[in-house]
T-cell receptor, first 108, second 114 residues
Framework: RKEVEQDPGPFNVPEGATVAFNCTYS??????FFWYRQDCRKEPKLLMS???SGNEDGRFTAQLNRASQYISLLIRDSKLSDSATYLC?????????FGTGTSLTVIP | DADVTQTPRNRITKTGKRIMLECSQT?????MYWYRQDPGLGLRLIYY???????NKGEISDGYSVSRQAQAKFSLSLESAIPNQTALYFC?????????????FGPGTRLLVL
């Protein structure tokens, strides 16, 4: 069983739309949570950490539900530049486990 | 200058050859990691090191070895390359402080084994 599971998509949305991604994790001992963004053939880059109380950074909102063991990312007012693959990442005992990523394409 | 660098950026080699991928960092982080990325499989951990004297196997260490020559350098070797080791390889670092410590990635090495 994979530690982290994501819907691979692809999600194709028009500019200005709101889109949400979910991610589930299997290990209840998971300690910290992140969303990374990866552009085609480039390295992953941290988008935002996910806090227990939920957190927002501009158009991006991340939520954590420990009881149900899922993490979400909401993107409002999508921009063309948001097109990328979004990776859900979980840290367990100092090791990082990556989901396979969800592909987003924002269409003009 | 980039905080995490990898050399080479691209490499084509033949089955059975030994190759080394190198990673250097200027972030001063104790922890370093090697991953490979394959389409549909995401990033998978090969080896990781929490300091110069610490080396740990990851999920898919078979066929690979590593060397932590200094805090800033972590090398990955393929002793005898095989075609299914064709992949995109990333080095990453993280600090070891308390709280939500994150990973920083190098630009990747594209390896093709013929």
């Amino acid at each position: 069983r994979k530690e982290v599971e994501q819907d691979p998509g692809p999600f194709n949305v028009p500019e200005g739309a709101t889109v949400a991604f979910n991610c589930t994790y299997s290990n209840s001992a998971s300690q910290s949570f992140f969303w990374y963004r990866q552009d085609c053939r480039k390295e992953p880059k941290l988008l935002m950490s996910v806090y227990s109380s939920g957190n927002e950074d501009g158009r991006f909102t991340a939520q954590l539900n420990r009881a149900s063991q899922y993490i979400s990312l909401l993107i409002r007012d999508s921009k063309l530049s948001d097109s990328a693959t979004y990776l859900c990442v979980v840290n367990i005992n100092s090791q990082f486990y990556f989901g396979t990523g969800t592909s987003l394409t924002v269409i003009p | 200058d980039a905080d995490v660098t990898q050399t080479p950026r691209n490499r084509i080699t033949k089955t059975g050859k030994r190759i080394m991928l190198e990673c250097s960092q200027t972030k001063g982080h104790d922890r370093m990691y090697w991953y490979r990325q394959d389409p549909g499989l995401g990033l998978r951990l090969i080896y990781y090191s929490f300091d110069v004297k610490d080396i740990n196997k990851g999920e898919i260490s078979d066929g690979y070895s590593v060397s932590r020559q200094a805090q800033a350098k972590f090398s990955l070797s393929l002793e005898s390359a095989i075609p299914n080791q064709t992949a995109l390889y990333f080095c990453a670092t993280s600090d070891s402080g308390q709280g939500l410590y994150t990973q920083y990635f190098g630009p990747g090495t594209r390896l093709l084994v013929l």
